[in-house]
């Protein structure tokens, strides 16, 4: 199962995103400040963190910067009330694949998330948007790739691991994740 660690320090905005990744089909873990996110992404290594740009503790942008170079591998994805172009661009700086307008609509997030994750078949619903931003989703995609391939040596030791300790659970989610990141 793919797994998702939603920061904001509005609880309302929290849940509302953290919610609409559970219908999805994500596990989910919340953080309301930067410190506690940190703590969760050092001992979950989840696949995706959705930020404000603003939380408490700090930036939003900086403690993604934080978690790529503590070795983070997850997608990160800013979701934000006023996505200015300067928070766009840092956002893009800072590792994330998209800087998008909040409070994002269900459909939108849930089909933008799984273009990413499953594959050219689940982007014929994001036609009309992907027609808009075609300029940056070659640069989107390749980040992608690269982040797979980096990502791939884990997901097999983690399938290996629990191989070898019997843990079918934890072979199961970790195939799981590798099969959905892979498509």
């Keep these: 199962m793919l797994t998702a660690l939603v920061v904001d320090d509005a609880s309302d905005a929290r849940r509302r995103v953290a919610g609409l990744l559970r219908l999805g089909g994500w596990q989910v873990r919340e953080a309301a400040d930067v410190e506690t996110a940190h703590r969760i992404a050092a001992t979950t290594a989840p696949d995706l963190v959705v930020t404000d740009p603003t939380v408490a503790g700090g930036s939003g942008i900086t403690m993604l910067r934080r978690m790529r170079h503590a070795g983070c591998r997850a997608r990160f994805l800013v979701v934000t009330a006023e996505p200015t172009d300067q928070a766009r661009a840092d956002s893009i ?40 931003h075609a300029d940056i989703d070659a640069e989107l ?43």
């Design 141 to 183: 995609l390749d980040r992608l790739h690269g982040m797979y391939l980096d990502a791939l040596p884990d997901r097999l030791h983690a399938i290996a691991s629990g191989t070898r300790a019997g843990d079918a659970p934890a072979v199961v989610s970790a195939a799981h994740t590798l099969a959905g990141s892979s498509g």
């Design 93 to 132: 700086a800072a590792g994330a694949v998209a800087c998008l307008t909040g409070p994002v609509e269900a459909r939108f997030l849930l089909d933008f998330l799984r273009s990413r994750t499953t594959g050219p078949a689940a982007q014929g619903e994001l036609a009309e948007w992907a027609d808009v």
